[in-house]
């Protein structure tokens, strides 16, 4: 790096402002070059942009979408949150979040028509939180307890669980799947009795899906718990320091164990919501197409992994993607919102860089120098 | 071949400097052809330092090098290795999915990575180092698979391959057990009488005089003297060198200190531990510290003492062996049960052990009283509290920092220092045990923790210290143990303290007639 004269140094000293100044910053570079690819394919970035804005929050019942859009991505960007905070890169949000939705509508199909509403989903966020927080567990326990990568193995059981939603709606005559009328010709999965069909809030003009606001809750109750609980401070600790946790007594294993369970119960509960809100169905291929597990840790990077953070952060790219459908047409690829999105995350993680490092010109000491000119 | 007489390598007048520190000065050695030339010192007396300006890692600040008569500026390793040295590091460099030939072919041109790799070649050439030297290892065999001394003998192979005539080791025995270390001696004797020249850095003295046919004695930097003594108690003067007399806390005090002590509050019995490598790192520890007074541990690195404060904090399991604490017995491997029965540790390594450098200061020094109120009212804790202890804390250990909100990443060594013995010194601790408390610290940083520590024993904590440095234990203990090889070899009183025997001892040395 050095050869270039140019060298990364670590920052002594972070301005309070910075950390919240860098990820504003890199999200209006995304735009900027964004606005680069737009107009080389043609389009005017500006009136793109406009569309954006108006399709995600402005038009009418553009919130609405946009929070449906979002709720998803607050799970998933919970969970990734969670996990990231103490060094446990789960990249299984998705897998978790198709637990979740399994285990989610299997008690709301198994309760039936008869349970009472309530019942039903308090059941399926039970039943939710569960399901993922196994599928998150299993990583938790291989990496405490044998030191095996959770990057690779929560990866790798995002495909168990895509091929487990598959195996029950299309090559098995499961619980979950519909065996009469159409569903005897067209594989699908059951419908959930409507009772157990998650509420919305209705505030007028804008309609907030329960699932929504359950995030909401979860996100301040995790923020207090990192924030003003022991588990919390030990969090903190085993997360940047696990020798020094040993150390003070804490016993690091556990603690990732515990949050290894917990994250994949917040993107589990994800599941739950999504059908419970929305699809009221399973639905392993629109599962499969959506990706939020991935999306998670987008949302869960720009946000710093501060659980508030999250929820807007959800918002504005549950936004991107409501107004993406809106925009799609004749004359705009449905790609382009993923490049715009794709964008977004290769310059906030560029960003992060930034705000831990500062670029210097290097300075040759004398050996450097030399080494160089003998080389 | 140069003229028979010049030295093989020769070092005049080096001098190296680091910030802050002078890591050699004025050092002027030579390697004859065919001698094995040890370098003896302590901890941080400059050996490695020099044998990394003998193999290019490093380019002296003065002085210059001749390697067989002629004036050599190494600009690299690179261009030391060219020259015919070749160092046998401390720890390998070895690559453990690799074959013994591809990693003693990595690098020499015939590499597997940049293509024209005779595999048959290397293997016979490493088959013919191996047996003209006494070397056994199977050039086939993947480096995971071999023992500790297997990889070292191919990491000479990997020295030899490349032509070096001269070898430096960089204290070679000290990952080796007793009979592969004898073994090893009889390999550089065979090594220097085919012509090549050994440069042999330790610090124990029986090996050193047995083997070295020269010894060049390093002291704070400096040589002292060369010579082809190989009379240990001579050689342990010559490497301790300094005068009992000379220390700071006087002898009067210390006495006057040692009639107060107490009752025992810490116990180790015939404590056993196996090391990181698997070899024995401790064979039958027995030692007490009684409340009020400073027990020291002297020795040099590496002899068991880094396993015995982290049995004591709970960091690492005992084989067998008890400890107790006041009487009460401590659970084998438990980092909280110390902490509860009042064993303050304050590690070596303080920032990657007994800091969490992202954490502000006043969170750091509620590490260990987080769980208790006031601090916690459970489940919670109480962030007020945190900094307002913090706050008391920085102002009774006088900890410079902006805030009591600062991360302690940004702390300097003393600063760091204070806040770890504020945070261990505070709550009531019963034992203190403290690992090379002085180590990086500036002189007035080193009063200010020595000040602490004989604080600590006057409010009646038994302080166990653990240190390389012999100024320290000296100027501070009421009685001395001497660690080498796992076990403590003798204790005594301070009065009774002799520099040469501790020299000695910890040189692995039982008496001088030995």
Redesign the interface.
Known sequence: MSRFGFRLEPRSYLPKWLPWAVPVGSFLAALLVGAIVLFATGQNALSVYGRILDRAFLSEGAFTGTLISATPLLFTGLCAAVAFRIGFFNIGGEGQFVMGAIFGSGIALKLGVDAPGIVSVAAMVVFGAVGGGLWGLIPGILKARFRTNEIITSLMLNYVAAVIATYLIFDSNSFWRELTGSGAVFPKGKILPTGSWWPNLDFGSIVVPFGFVLGMVIAAWLYVLQRKTRFGFEMRVVGGAPTTARYAGMKPARIVVAVAALSGALAGIGGAADIGNFRHVLDPKGLQQSGFGYAGIVVAALARLNPVAVVFVAVLLGGITNAGYALRGPDFPSGLVGVLQGLILFCTLGGEVLARYRITRSVRTPMNASALESA | MKAATAPAVAAFHVTKKFPGVIANEDVTFDVRVGEVHALLGENGAGKTTLSNILTGL??PDEGWMEVAGIAVDF??P??AIHAGIGMVHQHFRLIPTFSVAENIALGTGHDPVGGRFDLKMIEERVVEISESFDLPVDPRAKIWQLSVGEQQRVEIIKVLYRDARVLIFDEPTAVLSPLESERLGATLQTMARSGRSIVFISHKLGEVASIADRVTVLRHGRSVQTTSENDVSALASLMVGRDVESVTRSSRAIAESSSRVGAVVLEIENLHAVGDRGLKALEGVSLDVRSGEIVGVAGVAGNGQRELVEIL???RRAGSGSIRVEGESLENGS??HP?RLGVS?V?QDRM????????TIA?NMA??N??RPPV?R????R?SVIDAQGRDLMEQFDVRAPSETTPTR?LSGGNVQKVLLAREMSGDPRVLVIASPSQGLDVGAVATVHRLLIDAAESGVGVLLVSEDLDEVLALSNRIAVMYEGRILDTFDRADADAQRIGLLMGGQLDVSA
Not at chain 2, 378 to 381: G, S
Request: proline fraction near 12%.
């Open positions: 490093y380019r600009q690299s690179r261009d904090a709970g960091l980092t909280r902490i540790y590690p990657g052990t007994g800091l969490a450098p992202d954490l969170e590490l260990k987080f769980r916690a459970p489940p919670f804790i962030q940004r």
